[in-house]
C-alpha cells in the first residue's frame, strides 16, 4: 500500500489551467477505475471533486475534471480562481479492500 | 443535511485504547458503506478502515490491522473505531466519511466529518 505520487505543488495564474498528476501502479490506479480526487482548505476537511476517475458530484463546478491513462490519473482545474487555492488528493482502490491516497498537491494561485 | 460529528478523541497513553464514534445524521446510514481516514497535521490523507451498510464486511490498512477495529450500530446511526495498543504514529485527525452511494461506496467519499483529534503519549 505505497502511496500514490502526487507532485508537492503547483502553480498558476487567475483564468489559467493547472494540471495535477496522480501517479500509481497496475495495481491501483491502473487496474481498477476508482480514482477519486479531493480539496482541502486550511483547518477543513477533504472535499469529494471527482469520482469514478471522471465523474463529478452534484455541486462541483465543471472546471474540474478528472482523467486517466495507463497508471497515471490527472485533475485540470481551469479558469483557476483565488478559491481553488488549497492542497489536492487524489486516492485509488488497490484491490484486496484497501485505498490508497496520493502524497497531496499545494496548489498556489499566483 | 448529512452531518457526521466525531467524537472520543484526546490524549491517549502509548500502548492504551481509545474509541471514536461517528455520530450520522441527514440520510439513510444503513444504505452507506463508511469509512476512517486520518491525517497527521500537515501531511496527507491515510485512509485506515471500511465497512459495508450491514456490518457484515470490514478492512483495514495494514498499519493497523489486528489492532483497530470498525463497527457500526445501524439503530444509532453510529460509526465506531476501536482503536488499541496505540502508537506515536497513531497520532492523526481521525476522519469519519460516507461512501458515494452505488457500486462506488468502496472507493470515494462524498460527505467527511469535522475530525477528531487522537494524540498518543510515550
Known amino acids: 500500500q505505497s502511496a500514490l505520487t502526487q507532485p508537492a505543488s503547483v502553480s498558476g495564474s487567475p483564468g489559467q489551467s493547472i494540471t495535477i498528476s496522480c501517479t500509481g501502479t497496475?495495481?491501483?490506479?491502473?487496474?481498477?477505475?476508482?480514482v477519486s480526487w479531493y480539496q482541502q482548505h486550511p483547518g477543513q476537511a477533504p472535499k469529494l471533486l471527482v469520482y469514478?476517475?471522471?465523474k463529478r458530484p452534484s455541486g462541483v463546478s465543471n472546471r474540474f475534471a478528472g482523467s486517466k491513462s495507463g497508471n497515471t490519473a490527472s485533475l485540470t482545474i481551469s479558469g483557476l480562481q483565488a478559491e481553488d487555492e488549497a492542497d489536492y488528493y487524489c486516492?485509488?482502490?488497490?484491490?484486496?479492500?484497501?485505498?490508497?491516497f496520493g502524497g497531496g498537491t499545494k496548489l498556489t494561485v499566483l | 443535511e448529512v452531518q457526521l460529528v466525531e467524537s472520543g478523541g484526546g490524549l491517549v497513553q502509548s500502548g492504551g485504547s481509545v474509541r471514536l464514534s461517528c455520530a450520522a445524521s441527514g440520510f439513510t446510514f444503513s444504505s452507506h458503506w463508511m469509512h476512517w481516514v486520518r491525517q497527521v497535521p500537515g501531511k496527507g490523507l491515510v485512509w485506515v478502515s471500511r465497512i459495508t451498510s450491514d456490518g457484515s464486511s470490514t478492512s483495514y490498512a495494514d498499519s493497523v490491522k489486528g489492532r483497530f477495529t470498525i463497527s457500526r450500530d445501524n439503530a444509532k446511526n453510529t460509526l465506531y473505531l476501536q482503536m488499541n495498543s496505540l502508537r506515536a504514529e497513531d497520532r492523526a485527525v481521525y476522519y469519519c466519511?460516507?461512501?458515494?452511494?452505488?457500486?462506488?461506496?468502496?472507493?470515494?467519499?462524498?460527505?467527511w466529518g469535522q475530525g477528531a483529534q487522537v494524540t498518543v503519549s510515550s
Open positions: 469514478d476517475v471522471s
Open positions: 486516492c485509488s482502490y488497490a484491490g484486496s479492500y484497501s485505498l490508497v
Open positions: 497496475s495495481s491501483d490506479v491502473g487496474a481498477y477505475n476508482f
Open positions: 466519511a460516507r461512501g458515494v452511494g452505488g457500486s462506488t461506496s468502496c472507493c470515494a467519499f462524498d460527505y
